[in-house]
C-alpha cells in the first residue's frame, strides 16, 4: 500500500497495516501503544477530512479488509458486520430481505460501517428513521491496550451494561477502534419517489413552511443551493428544492398530491418527479455534502433548529462575500442542518482566503464545523468550532481509555 | 454512619435546602428505602432539591461527608435502582416537575426531571405531538427516571427507548457542577452514556426530549390464540413480514383475568393468550397493515379477531394492557417481574423454556410482554412469607435469565440492571467488557459516590451487604 494515500496535513505514515482480523487490528493497537506509535484509523477514506490534523501519527491501519458480515437473521431484522464492510454492502445484502438501515453515508460504495460510525455521520432521513447510533444494538471494539470489549448485543432493546456504543459513534477513532458493528435494521418503504423542484425568486421562505406543515411528512427535504454537478437538475433563484417520499405507493402518491398543490401554494410552478431512478439520484445529493472541487474548495456542516437555518446561511453568505468566496449550501429543512461549502475559481486564491473565513466564521457560526477542506490547509483551520461545555470531561475519558494517546492524538475536539 | 456525623450531614442539608427540602424521621424515611423491586435501609437523609443548584449543593455535601448519593424518581424502578442498598442521601427529584418549554415548531421540550411522563404527551397534544416512549409506568414514572433507566414500553417498538428520545440534557456531576450537553455537541456523546446510567455517572436535571407527530390514524385489534407459543409466533411472523405495527404486545390467560376482573376491557378470557396489534400512520397505510396483520393471524390459528371500533374502547384495551401488573397485584399475595430480552424469532422457544422453569419450580407465572422487541416479561407469582417459595422465586429468575441467554438474549431489556442483576451481568459479558465500561464510569466518578451498589458486580467487595429480595406486590 502506497503511504500517500493515507497522508494527513503534511504527515505521511511510517508503516500502514491492513488487520484482516479484529484479534489482528488489537495485536496492532497493542504493539503501537507499547512502543508510543501514534496510530490513525482509516475506512474509505471519504471523510477522513474530519477533524484536526492529529498530532503525531506513526502508523495507518486500514480496516477495509475486515469485511465479513458476521451474522444475518432478516427475520429478526439484525445484522452483525465488519467494520471494514462498505455501506453500499450493508445497503445491497439488506435491499436483498427487504431492509434497510439509515446511515444516508455519501459515497456509499467506498465509505465502511466503521468510519460512517466512527465520523458520527448524520444524515437527511434522520428526521424520519432516527439517528445511525440508534440502530446500533451492538458493538466490538478493541482498545488502545489492545483489550477487546463488547457492548450492546443482537436483540433490539437492551439496558444491560452501560450503552458504549453510544460513546464509540462519533469518537474518530480517538477512544477504540470499531471492529464489529450490530444493528437493527426497518422494513424498506415500497416506493421511493424524488421530487425536485427549482425555486423562483422569493418562494423560499414559503415552501419551508409549507414544506414543515406537510401532513404526510417527506422522508428528506432539501433546499440546494448550487452544486449544480451533483443535482443534475435546473435550479432557480431561490435553490432547488430536493424532496424524497417514502412509503407505500397509496401513501406516497397522496403525499405527491399533496407536496404539488403545497408547492403550488409557495409559487412554486414545476416539479420533476424521479422514480425509477430515485435511489440513485438521492445518492447523488448525499454525495454533494463530502464532494470537493479540487484543492480551491471546503465544506462546512452547520447544526441547529429547522427554525433557525435562514440566519446561518445568513452569516455564511455574509462572510463569504467579505472574503470573496463563492457559497453552496444544502439546507436541510427537516433536521435544521446547514451544509456549506465555500470555493474560490482559482486554487492560488483559496488558501488564503479560506483561513481569513475560517477565522471569521468562529463568531459568527462558532458551532459549525468542516466536513471537508484540501489536506494542506487543514492544519490552520478550525476543524470543530467552539467547544462544548463538557470538554473537560471528555479529556477524561480520553485519558482513561487511551491514556499512551495511541489512537489518533491531537484529531478530536480541543485538541483531544 | 455514626449519629453525630449523621447529625452534622442532616444540618447540612438542611441548611443548603431548608427544612422543607430535607427528611430526616425514620417514618419519613421509610418512604425512601424501596422502590418497587424491593426495599433494604434507611437512607440517611432524603434530599427533595427544587433546582440543579440544590443538587449540586446536596452532591457536595454527601460527597464531603463521603456519603454514597441515590437519585431517586418515583421509585417505579423495578431493579432495585433507588434503593438506599447501603445507606447515603436519597437524593429526590420529585420537587422538580416543571415542564420549563415547549417548541411545537421544532418538536422539541425541555423538562426537569421530576415531571411525569405521561404528562408531557398530555401538554403536547393540542400542537398534534407526543412523547414517544410510554413505559407501563407512564401514570407515575418521571421522565428522569425514565432517562436513567432507558425505559422503554410497548411503543418502543416503534418509536426506540428513551436514548432515541434524549437530545439534550444538564446533568450534575461528582464535584457537583452543573453541565448541558447536546447530542449534536461535537465531541464524545456524552447525552447518550448519561440515557440509561442508573443514577451511576451523575444526576440529571433537565432533559430535552424529542417530541413526535400524532398519527392521523390508530388501529388498535385484540387477536385470540390458544397459548402464547401460538401468539408469539404470530407476532414473529409480523415483524418479519416487516409491516409497520406500531405497538405487538402479548397478554397470557393468567393475565387476562386478572385484568379483566378490574378493568372489563373486553379482552377474551377463555384464550390461552391475547395478542394486542396497534397500527398508527396515514389511514390507507393503516388499513391495509390490519388486513395483513389480520392475515397472518389467521394463518397462526388465531380464535377469534376483534378491532375496536371507538376511541374509548381502544384507550380501555391500553389502560387495561397497562394496569396489567397491577391487576395481578390485586389478585396474587406477591409477583416477581423479570425483564429479559431475545432475538424475535426466539421468542416462541423463550417462552416454552420460561414455562418449563415455573413448572419446574413449582411456581405460577403470568406473561404480559412487549412482544415485538422480543422483551420477555414472565411475573413469577408467589408469597414471600413462604421461605420455600421465596427461594424458588430467586432460582427461577435466574434460570429464566440464563435460558434467554443462551437462546443469544440478554438479561434486561428496559428494567435496568440495578441492585437486582448485578450480580447477573457477568453472565452476559467478560471481565475485559466489565472493566471498560468501568473505565467509562470512572471517567465520571472515580470515587463511586453515585449509586455504588448498581449495575457492577459486587466483585470482592465484602462486608453485610443485605441481599434485597422481590417485594412488589402494589399497583
Ligand atoms: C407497574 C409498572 C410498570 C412498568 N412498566 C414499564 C415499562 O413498560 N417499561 C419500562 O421500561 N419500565 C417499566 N417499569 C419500570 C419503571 O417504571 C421504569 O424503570 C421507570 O423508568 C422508572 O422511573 P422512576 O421515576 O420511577 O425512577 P426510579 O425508580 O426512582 O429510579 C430508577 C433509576 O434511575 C435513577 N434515577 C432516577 N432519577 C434520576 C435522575 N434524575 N438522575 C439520575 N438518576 C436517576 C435511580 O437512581 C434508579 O437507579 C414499570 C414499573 C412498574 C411498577
Redesign the interface.
Known amino acids: 500500500m502506497s503511504a500517500k494515500l493515507y497522508a494527513l496535513g503534511t504527515h505521511l505514515p511510517g508503516d500502514v497495516e491492513t488487520p484482516a482480523t479484529l484479534a489482528e487490528l488489537a495485536a496492532l493497537l497493542r504493539a503501537c501503544n507499547e512502543t508510543g506509535r501514534a496510530a490513525v484509523l482509516f475506512g474509505g477514506r471519504t471523510l477522513q477530512g474530519l477533524g484536526a490534523v492529529p498530532k503525531r501519527y506513526d502508523v495507518a491501519i486500514d480496516c477495509t479488509r475486515l469485511d465479513r458480515v458476521i451474522e444475518h437473521?432478516?427475520?429478526?431484522?439484525?445484522i452483525a458486520l465488519e467494520a471494514g464492510c462498505r455501506v453500499a454492502t450493508l445497503d445491497a445484502v439488506l435491499a436483498a430481505c427487504?431492509?434497510f438501515v439509515p446511515l444516508d453515508a455519501p459515497r456509499a460504495a467506498a465509505a465502511t460501517i466503521g468510519g460512517t460510525l466512527a465520523s458520527?455521520w448524520l444524515g437527511p432521513r434522520r428526521a424520519t428513521y432516527?439517528?445511525a447510533?440508534?440502530f446500533v444494538i451492538g458493538t466490538i471494539v478493541a482498545?488502545a491496550d489492545g483489550?477487546?470489549?463488547?457492548?450492546g448485543?443482537?436483540?433490539?432493546?437492551?439496558?444491560?451494561?452501560?450503552?458504549?456504543s453510544?460513546?464509540y459513534?462519533?469518537?474518530l477513532g480517538t477512544?477504540a477502534a470499531i471492529g464489529q458493528a450490530n444493528f437493527k435494521t426497518l422494513?424498506?418503504p415500497s416506493v421511493r419517489r424524488l421530487a425536485v423542484a427549482p425555486l423562483p425568486e422569493g418562494s423560499r421562505a414559503r415552501t419551508t413552511a409549507n414544506i414543515?406543515a406537510l401532513?404526510?411528512?417527506p422522508a428528506a427535504a432539501l433546499i440546494v443551493t448550487g452544486f449544480a454537478k451533483e443535482i443534475d437538475a435546473p435550479s432557480g433563484v431561490d435553490g432547488c428544492l430536493v424532496l424524497l417520499l417514502e412509503?407505500?405507493e397509496?401513501?406516497v402518491d397522496?403525499a405527491t398530491r399533496e407536496l404539488r398543490s403545497a408547492l403550488g401554494a409557495a409559487g412554486v410552478p414545476q416539479t420533476r418527479l424521479i422514480d425509477r431512478e430515485a435511489g440513485f439520484a438521492f445518492a447523488r445529493v448525499l454525495d454533494a455534502y463530502v464532494e470537493t472541487l479540487g484543492s480551491r474548495s471546503m465544506t462546512y456542516r452547520s447544526?441547529g433548529?429547522?427554525?433557525d437555518t435562514t440566519p446561518r446561511i445568513d452569516a455564511f453568505a455574509r462572510v463569504a462575500r467579505a472574503n470573496r468566496l463563492t457559497l453552496e449550501t444544502i439546507e436541510d429543512v427537516r433536521t435544521?442542518d446547514v451544509i456549506a461549502r465555500l470555493s474560490a475559481r482559482l486554487v492560488a486564491d483559496f488558501a488564503t482566503r479560506a483561513k481569513l473565513f475560517d477565522g471569521e466564521r468562529r463568531t459568527a457560526l462558532a458551532?459549525a464545523?468542516i466536513l471537508v477542506a484540501p489536506e494542506k490547509l487543514r492544519a490552520g483551520l478550525d476543524a470543530?468550532?467552539?467547544?462544548?461545555?463538557?470538554?473537560p470531561?471528555?479529556r477524561?475519558?480520553k485519558?482513561?481509555?487511551d491514556p499512551n494517546g495511541t489512537l489518533a492524538p491531537g484529531r478530536?475536539?480541543?485538541g483531544? | 454512619m455514626l449519629t453525630v456525623a449523621a447529625d452534622r450531614l442532616r444540618d447540612e442539608l438542611t441548611l443548603a435546602l431548608g427544612p422543607g427540602g430535607v427528611l430526616t424521621a425514620p417514618e419519613d424515611l421509610a418512604a425512601y428505602a424501596f422502590d418497587a423491586y424491593s426495599d433494604a435501609r434507611l437512607p440517611v437523609a432524603a434530599a427533595l432539591p427544587r433546582d440543579a443548584h440544590e443538587v449540586a449543593a446536596v452532591v457536595r455535601i454527601a460527597r464531603a461527608h463521603g456519603e454514597p448519593i441515590v437519585a431517586r424518581g418515583a421509585g417505579t424502578g423495578l431493579c432495585g435502582g433507588a434503593v438506599p442498598v447501603t445507606g447515603g442521601v436519597v437524593l429526590s427529584l420529585a420537587r422538580m416537575n416543571r415542564i420549563l418549554s415547549l417548541d411545537a415548531r421544532n418538536r422539541i421540550a425541555r423538562v426537569q426531571p421530576g415531571v411525569i411522563n405521561l404528562d408531557l404527551s398530555r401538554a403536547a397534544a393540542p400542537d398534534g405531538l407526543f412523547f414517544g416512549p410510554d413505559p407501563s409506568s407512564q401514570r407515575i414514572s418521571m421522565l428522569g427516571g425514565n432517562a436513567a433507566t432507558n425505559a422503554g414500553g410497548p411503543h418502543a417498538f416503534a418509536y426506540g427507548s428513551m436514548s432515541a428520545h434524549v437530545i439534550g440534557l444538564e446533568f450534575v456531576d461528582e464535584a457537583g457542577d452543573i453541565t448541558w450537553v447536546t447530542i449534536d455537541d461535537a465531541g464524545y456523546d456524552i447525552t447518550g452514556v448519561l440515557v440509561g446510567s442508573e443514577g451511576t455517572l451523575g444526576i440529571l436535571t433537565a432533559l430535552e426530549l424529542r417530541l413526535l407527530r400524532t398519527p392521523r390514524a390508530v388501529r388498535v385489534c385484540v387477536a385470540a390464540f390458544d397459548g402464547v407459543e401460538a401468539a408469539s409466533e404470530c407476532v414473529s411472523s409480523i415483524v418479519a413480514a416487516g409491516i409497520a405495527a406500531t405497538a405487538l404486545e402479548i397478554m397470557d390467560r393468567t393475565i387476562v383475568r386478572a385484568v379483566e376482573a378490574h378493568y372489563r376491557a373486553g379482552y377474551p378470557q377463555e384464550a390461552g393468550a391475547v395478542l394486542l396489534v396497534e397500527v398508527a400512520g396515514e389511514s390507507p397505510d393503516v388499513e391495509a397493515s390490519e388486513r395483513a396483520i389480520a392475515a397472518l393471524a389467521r394463518d397462526c390459528g388465531t380464535l377469534a379477531w376483534r378491532s375496536a371500533s371507538s376511541a374509548r374502547e381502544r384507550e380501555a384495551l391500553w389502560a387495561a394492557r397497562k394496569g396489567a401488573a397491577g391487576a395481578l397485584g390485586r389478585i396474587a399475595p406477591n409477583y416477581y417481574i423479570q425483564d429479559a430480552t431475545v432475538p424475535r424469532t426466539r421468542l416462541p422457544q423463550a417462552i416454552a423454556r420460561v414455562e418449563a422453569i415455573a413448572r419446574e419450580h413449582r411456581l405460577p407465572v403470568g406473561n404480559v410482554f412487549h412482544a415485538g422487541d422480543g422483551n420477555l416479561h414472565p411475573l413469577l407469582i408467589f408469597d414471600r412469607r413462604e421461605q420455600r417459595q421465596l427461594d424458588a422465586v430467586v432460582a427461577a429468575g435466574h434460570d429464566i435469565l440464563a435460558a434467554c441467554i443462551d437462546l443469544g438474549g440478554t438479561i434486561s431489556g428496559e428494567h435496568g440492571i440495578g441492585y437486582e442483576k448485578r450480580e447477573t451481568l457477568p453472565l452476559v459479558f467478560s471481565a475485559d467488557d466489565i472493566a471498560t465500561m468501568e473505565r467509562l464510569r470512572g471517567a465520571f466518578d472515580p470515587a463511586r459516590g453515585f449509586n455504588p451498589d448498581k449495575i457492577f458486580p459486587s466483585g470482592a467487595v465484602c462486608g453485610e451487604v443485605r441481599t434485597p429480595s422481590p417485594t412488589l406486590s402494589h399497583a
Open positions: 437473521e432478516p427475520r429478526d431484522l439484525t427487504g431492509q458520527g432516527g439517528r447510533r440508534d482498545l483489550t477487546i470489549a463488547k457492548a448485543g443482537m436483540v433490539v432493546k437492551n439496558v444491560t451494561g452501560y450503552d458504549l453510544k460513546l459513534v462519533g469518537s477512544l422494513p424498506l414543515a401532513a404526510t411528512e412509503g407505500s397509496r401513501t397522496a447544526l433548529l429547522p427554525s435544521g458551532e464545523r470543530w468550532g467552539a467547544p462544548a461545555a463538557s470538554l470531561l471528555m477524561t475519558l485519558s482513561r481509555f478530536y475536539v480541543g483531544i
